[in-house]
Every structure is written in structure tokens, then in C-alpha cells.
Nanobody, 116 residues
Framework: QVRLVESGGGSVQAGGSLRLSCTASGRTFSSYAVGWFRRAPGKEREFVALVGGNTYYGDSVKGRFTVSRDNAKNTVYLLMNNLKPEDTGLYYC????????????WGQGTQVTVSS
């Protein structure tokens, strides 16, 4: 099992930037793929980005968000640029074995609020 803790959320104005961190403890982090998800009030959870053997992004964040990892620090980052009010939500990271399909471990989330 991997324990995940997100940090870095906050309130920014539209056009601003934030960098979220997802720090893991437990098993060997480097063998896990890590995804970022978000949930806005009244909406379903949305895929944001994934870092594993490759990186993937949701259509709504392509070109603005960048996911990266530092295995030495057991941390995955989500750099969010040119933030929009519709990016507001609770951002979660989740981990799954690199060869797995389902996410097995989830963090508690960090709130991002973007004002216009």
C-alpha cells in the first residue's frame, strides 16, 4: 500500500499558476503510475493527468498543465499554468502499479480555487 498526501493547493486569480505535490510513503514509489484527478462542486470526478512510462493529459488541461515526478523524493508534481475558473476543484492524486488497471491508493485531496 502507498500512502499519498497532496499539497500546494490554494486560491489564485485566472491566469495564475500553482504547483501541486503528491508525496508518497510506503512501497517503492517508482514502480507506480500516478494520476491526478479533480472534482468540481456538482460534477463528476475528472481525469487530469497521469505519469508512468509516459505522460497523459485530459483534454481540458493539455498545453497548460505539466505532470512530472521525482522518484528520489517520492513525489509527483502537477504544474498548472494559465489557470481558469473552471479549473476550480478538489485535486486528488492516486497510484496504481505500473502494469495495473485500477488505482489502489488515493490521497485526501487539496483544494484549488481560481477566481475570475
Amino acid at each position: 500500500q502507498v500512502r499519498l498526501v497532496e499539497s500546494g493547493g490554494g486560491s489564485v486569480q485566472a491566469g495564475g499558476s500553482l504547483r501541486l505535490s503528491c508525496t508518497a510513503s510506503g512501497r517503492t514509489f517508482s514502480s507506480y503510475a500516478v494520476g491526478w484527478f479533480r472534482r468540481a462542486p456538482g460534477k463528476e470526478r475528472e481525469f487530469v493527468a497521469l505519469v508512468g512510462g509516459n505522460t497523459y493529459y485530459g483534454d481540458s488541461v493539455k498545453g497548460r498543465f505539466t505532470v512530472s515526478r521525482d522518484n528520489a523524493k517520492n513525489t509527483v508534481y502537477l504544474l498548472m499554468n494559465n489557470l481558469k475558473p473552471e479549473d476550480t476543484g478538489l485535486y486528488y492524486c492516486a497510484a496504481r502499479p505500473e502494469s495495473g488497471v485500477y488505482y489502489t491508493d488515493w490521497g485526501q485531496g487539496t483544494q484549488v480555487t481560481v477566481s475570475s
